[in-house]
């Protein structure tokens, strides 16, 4: 089975981390720093921010590529990606407040980890019970 759900998800948080990226970039350019963040507190803030989507986001997109691909039910899969989807926007948005706004980046990270954790067990569970 070809996914065809979660591909839409991955080109909407593709699109976010362009968005997170070019903040980089305009910080960067902004500060004149081409390596490194100087000592620009907003560019380490902007750099953390893309780097810790783009630390997150692949695996969990590979884990509900496999959940889609393993024929769960379409609204167990959008449910999972939404969450992931909001969880990333609201972490990056929390973490790019100064001062930082934990409410936002807490519960971005709660509903990140949720949806690995979710996806693994799912595809744990359907490598122990198939069918």
Do not use: K
């Not at 692949?58 to 959940?67: C, D, G, H, N, R």
């Amino acid at each position: 089975m070809t996914p065809v759900i979660v591909p839409v998800y991955a080109a909407i948080l593709a699109l976010v981390f362009v968005a997170l990226s070019l903040r980089v970039i305009r910080c960067r350019r902004r500060d004149q720093i081409a390596v490194g963040h100087g000592d620009s507190a907003e560019l380490l803030r902007a750099a953390r921010v893309q780097g810790n989507f783009a630390e997150y986001v692949p695996l969990a997109l590979l884990l509900l590529a496999w959940v889609e691909t393993r024929g769960f039910p379409g609204y167990l899969v959008n449910g999972l990606c939404l969450v992931l989807l909001a969880g990333r926007v609201a972490h990056a948005f929390g973490m790019s407040q100064n001062p930082e706004d934990f409410r936002f980046r807490v519960g971005g990270m709660v509903a990140t980890f949720f949806v690995l954790s979710g996806a693994a067990v799912l595809l744990i569970g359907a490598a122990v019970y198939p069918g």
